[in-house]
Every structure is written in C-alpha cells, then in structure tokens.
T-cell receptor, first 114, second 113 residues
Framework: DVKVTQSSRYLVKRTGEKVFLECVQD?????MFWYRQDPGLGLRLIYF???????EKGDIPEGYSVSREKKERFSLILESASTNQTSMCLC?????????????FGPGTRLTVL | GESVGLHLPTLSVQEGDNSIINCAYS??????FIWYKQESGKGPQFIID?????DKRQGQRVTVLLNKTVKHLSLQIAATQPGDSAVYFC????????????FGTGTKLQVIP
C-alpha cells in the first residue's frame, strides 16, 4: 500500500513565524503535491513537483514556497505565517504511469496561525 | 477534518439503502474522473475512477456513471453501511498533464443506523 506521511497532525504557530511542513512518500512516485482544504472551498492546489528540484505553482501559491531535494520528500514552507493561512494542509503523491491521475493523500496537518 | 463538513451539501441515507452522490464538472475537455472518500480526521482516499470513453464503471459496492452530454458524474453506493459516512469528492483531470486535477467541494454522506 502507498504510504504518505506528514510531519505533524496539528500545528499552532504565531503570525510572522516560519513554518516548515514535511511530507514523505514511500512509493517512488515522481509527482508530489501540496493542497490546502478550507470549508466550502474543497481542495486547492498550492504547489506541485514532478521531479526532484522541480516545482510549479498551483492555484494559490502566494505566501508559500516548496522544496524537493529528494524524490520521496516534499516540503511546504511558510516564510512568515499569517492568520489567513489557517487551514488543513494536505500532501499527496502520484505516479506518471498507468494510473496517472490518481493521487494518494497523507493524513493532513491542521495548521492554526494565531 | 471536523470542519470539512461545514457548509457542505449533506445526504442522509438509511443503513442498507443505496446512496447516490452527484457531481457536475466544468471542463468538457476533461478525460479522466475520480471519486475520493474523506473520513473525519483523514486525508482523501481513492475509491474509483472512470475515463471519458466509458459511461459506467463498477467496483465493489460502488458504481460511477458518467454523462458527458450534461457534464455530470455520479457515485452510487449499494447497501450503504455506517462506515460509508464521510465526505465524498469528485475530481476531474485538467488538460496539460502532470496530474493537475480539479476537485469538487464535496458532499457529506450521513448513514442513519
């Protein structure tokens, strides 16, 4: 079974702090994704990566950056957290192979910025 | 998570009955569709998928129907069980590769014992 893990389930930070969320997948997937999930808005793509050291902006990249130094690891960084970044942060991974559009999700990190 | 259920359309179904969850998609060029299930406190899990060259696909207790004419997708769950209580999302593939899918806002399914 595919396993996607995230470094924290719950995180509380203060405005202006730097926040670092890490995601690890064990299926050698090429593609990795960071989403945020908010009530009534569904899942919105922040950033994705299709290879090591490669990244592309999603629909709402403002205020976020990412890092992919190793294939299995994809990090989401908030350089200076703000209250409007309070959300559920979801990481996902997927293959470019046969089931190319299926993504496997981690359990999520509920981020609260005070 | 707990707050995902707020402001979501909710479908309440008696245990043992069949459930039908509907989804309208927007891009007529979408060629691949997926249903995900998200239980409280967990990330979304893949349920079933369908390509645009098909109208119907069946899995274990689940069936997905695709109507391309009206851009409508439905998920049917047979003999609904308490463990089926969750939020269900449809997702469509966007043209352009790299798995850029668009997710719907979700429907909450409540199973009444």
């Amino acid at each position: 079974d595919v396993k996607v893990t995230q470094s924290s389930r719950y995180l509380v930070k203060r405005t202006g702090e730097k926040v670092f969320l890490e995601c690890v997948q064990d299926m050698d997937h090429e593609n990795m994704f960071w989403y945020r999930q908010d009530p009534g808005l569904g899942l919105r793509l922040i950033y994705f990566s299709y290879d090591v050291k490669m990244k592309e902006k999603g629909d709402i990249p403002e205020g976020y950056s990412v890092s992919r130094e190793k294939k299995e690891r994809f990090s989401l960084i908030l350089e200076s957290a703000s209250t409007n970044q309070t959300s559920m942060c979801l990481c996902a991974s997927g293959s470019s192979g046969q089931r190319r559009d299926t993504q496997y999700f981690g359990p999520g990190t509920r981020l609260t910025v005070l | 998570g707990e707050s995902v259920g707020l402001h979501l359309p909710t479908l309440s179904v008696q245990e043992g009955d069949n459930s039908i969850i509907n989804c309208a998609y927007s891009n007529s060029a979408s060629d691949y569709f997926i249903w995900y299930k998200q239980e409280s406190g967990k990330g979304p899990q893949f349920i079933i998928d369908i390509r645009s060259n098909m109208d119907k696909r069946q899995g274990q207790r689940v069936t997905v129907l695709l109507n391309k004419t009206v851009k409508h997708l439905s998920l049917q769950i047979a003999a609904t069980q308490p463990g089926d209580s969750a939020v269900y999302f449809c997702a469509e593939n966007r043209a352009g590769g790299y798995q850029k899918v668009t997710f719907g806002t979700g429907t909450k399914l409540q199973v009444i014992p």
